[in-house]
């Protein structure tokens, strides 16, 4: 069975284990979240429900079709908590971390997966590279489940109640899961500003992109003082892109919103509920406010960052804030009649500009496909759905609240989304394609009248 299975594994591509990896977390956190011991008396749990909740958690969205704080025991809690760690950190980085505890070599063959998971382009440096993640991902959590828990003492009756929703919180905010175990999101800490930054910072440090925090961490403490640090185009771009679209949704939010929901609010509970909302939109799925009272430019606003979604290489999904800044600087150096993309004195590689043009049109056309299928299947608004399904490709898990009102068949396509958007539009495509064959012959070539 064992040299059956190598050869099958053989003829997939990367990509196509990945996914099959990926398959198999959702089937074991399905199984260990329908455990008795997971599960509250009584607790209104479905197989459907469990394949939703499953997939949502390891693809990191948060959009459910239960309440954790109702269905889930505390072991539940734990075990919920552990799935969010393999889908925000990816799997093949804890599954190399347990292949280095037992002793096992990373091979060639591992190292591609490894590459293929972390949308990285070289195999050098790998193993050093996810220890550097899983190193820096665990200490954020921690530091931040200690501020937050030692803070929540303030709300809860117990320091075990408050640590709990402490570590929660930590690990939802910084795997930009979006669950939470208070039955509201954030929205108990509106007024709480302190909850709201230390959450923002979570959110910003798990979407920004693991690379950019390495080379933030090298750039502070490891820096060579005989030389100048420099960093990557990567870090450069996607930091530039990243913030640029966090300031314009708050921007937005704000002047959208001034004489609909903060009509009646102070200056700082506007800044606040703009810059939060536009925070968990680059992949937390957290928020401090029901979305249904934002007026539907501001949704449609929110729905475009969902889709963006948070940086390569980072707990989150969507096309990736690289993908959009290279389509900006295409469109841009196109109309301008230039033939070469330049940008922070380096030139863009014509396959990465190819890259990420198929990557938007695909997600365009399966999130086209999605909100068809949806405005046949369910009686909700259009709006609404469109909301869902950004929220859904980008595992950002904001939501109007329909996901539990959805037809079997909508929740299908949710699920079919959240997973997408998880493994990502490329290799969702090297799924169907398989491995890469170059072409051993040419047609001419012929020019097309276009446009």
Known sequence: MNIFARKILSRLAPAQIIVAYYILAVTVSMTLLSLPISLKENAKWTFLDALFTAVSAVSVTGLSTITVSDTFSVTGIFILMFVLQFGGIGIMTLGTFF???????????????????????????????????????????????????????????????AFLHGLFASVSATTNAGFDITGQSLIPYAHDYFVQFVNIILLILGAIGFPVLIETKEYLFNRNPQGKFHFTLYTKLTTVTFFGLLIFGTIAILVLEIHHFFRDKSWHEALFYSLFQSASTRN??????????????????????????????????????????????????????????????????????????????MALFICFIAVIILSITENQPLLALIFEVASAFGTTGLSLGITPELSILGKLVIIILMFIGRVGILSFLFIIGGKRVEPNFHYPKEKVIIG
């Open 284 to 361: 937390g799925g957290l928020s401090t406010m029901n979305m249904n009272n934002f007026h539907d430019s501001t949704l449609l606003i929110l729905s475009a960052l969902m889709f963006i979604g948070a940086s390569p290489s980072s707990v989150g999904g969507g096309i990736r804030t690289t993908t959009f800044a290279l389509n900006l600087l295409f469109f841009f150096h196109f109309a301008r009649g230039n033939r070469s993309i330049k940008v922070f004195k380096r030139e863009l590689y014509e396959e990465d500009i190819i890259r990420s043009l198929v990557v938007t049109m």
């Open 99 to 161: 292949w280095l505890i037992l002793g096992k070599k990373i091979g060639l063959r591992e190292r591609r997966l490894i590459m293929t998971d972390q949308n990285q382009t070289s195999l050098s440096g790998l193993v050093k590279l996810l220890k550097q993640i899983l190193i820096i991902i665990i200490l954020i959590e921690i530091i931040g489940a200690v501020i937050l828990g030692s803070y929540f003492l303030r709300y809860y009756p117990t320091w075990q109640e």
